[in-house]
């Protein structure tokens, strides 16, 4: 299957700092994206979609100026979690879907912030 | 509006005996279904998926699902657990009208036991 690699895997960050994890489809063209975000031992609740070279689509709940979300070319995608609060230690996962209609996910990010 | 409904939170079976975990869904138009595997931090790995044809569907790891339409369900099985099944197990749907968006389910935990 494709390959899909999402960066950092772990990242911690004082409250109030800026994180931005990096989501790239290594060995296709990614024309959307989605971002996920997962409580321990829950579902994935999407977040976002966002299509290449356009603006995202926010979930209903999700603070698109907190969660800033780039698409900027068919194999990266950028999500940056602005003004970092506790509340927002989570794991987050993309997933890029390319033209076989597939979506294929990374690996995750556990965000700690203290 | 479509959702998934995976009955059990947590299952557990010997190893070499039969899995099962149960999934139905709701979906206004006939659906994509799938089911992925996530094993402890880390993202998420499609196990199988049905769109058209043929109603069983095998994946990888020996994995199957069927699709009964009348029941609305796409339970996934397999016929001998190892104990690298151990893993949480999420069902997901998607409609084919066009929509992106997967809609996942609370997840299973599998455990399996010597």
């Known amino acids: 299957g494709a390959v899909v690699s999402q960066h950092p895997s772990r990242v911690i960050c004082k409250s109030g700092t800026s994180v931005k994890i990096e989501c790239r489809s290594l060995?296709?063209?990614?024309?959307?994206m989605f971002w996920y975000r997962q409580f321990p031992k829950q579902s994935l609740m999407l977040m976002a979609t966002?299509?290449?070279?356009?603006?995202?689509?926010?979930e209903q709940g999700v603070e698109k100026d907190k969660f800033l979300i780039n698409h900027a070319s068919l194999t990266l995608s950028t999500l940056t979690v602005t003004s970092a609060h506790p509340e927002d230690s989570s794991f987050y996962i993309c997933?890029?879907?390319?033209?076989?209609?597939?979506?294929?996910f990374g690996q995750g990010t556990r965000l700690t912030v203290v | 509006a479509q959702s998934v409904t995976q009955l059990g939170s947590h299952v557990s079976v010997s190893e070499g005996a039969l899995v099962l975990l149960r999934c139905n869904y709701s979906?206004?138009?006939?659906?994509?279904l799938f089911w992925y595997v996530q094993y402890p931090n880390q993202g998420l790995q499609l196990l199988l998926k049905?769109?058209?044809?043929?109603?069983l569907v095998k994946g990888i790891n020996g994995f199957e699902a069927e699709f009964k339409k009348s029941e609305t369900s796409f339970h996934l099985t397999k016929p001998s657990a190892h104990m690298s099944d151990a893993a949480e197990y999420f069902c997901?749907?998607?409609?084919?009208?066009?929509?992106?968006?997967?809609?996942f389910g609370t997840g299973t935990q599998l455990k399996v036991e010597l």
């Open positions: 049905y769109t058209t044809g043929a109603t």
């Open positions: 997901a749907v998607r409609d084919t009208g066009g929509g992106n968006k997967l809609t």
């Open positions: 966002s299509n290449e070279g356009s603006k995202a689509t926010y």
């Open positions: 997933s890029a879907r390319g033209g076989r209609n597939e979506a294929f």
């Open positions: 060995d296709f063209q990614a024309t959307t």
């Open positions: 979906s206004s138009v006939p659906p994509y």
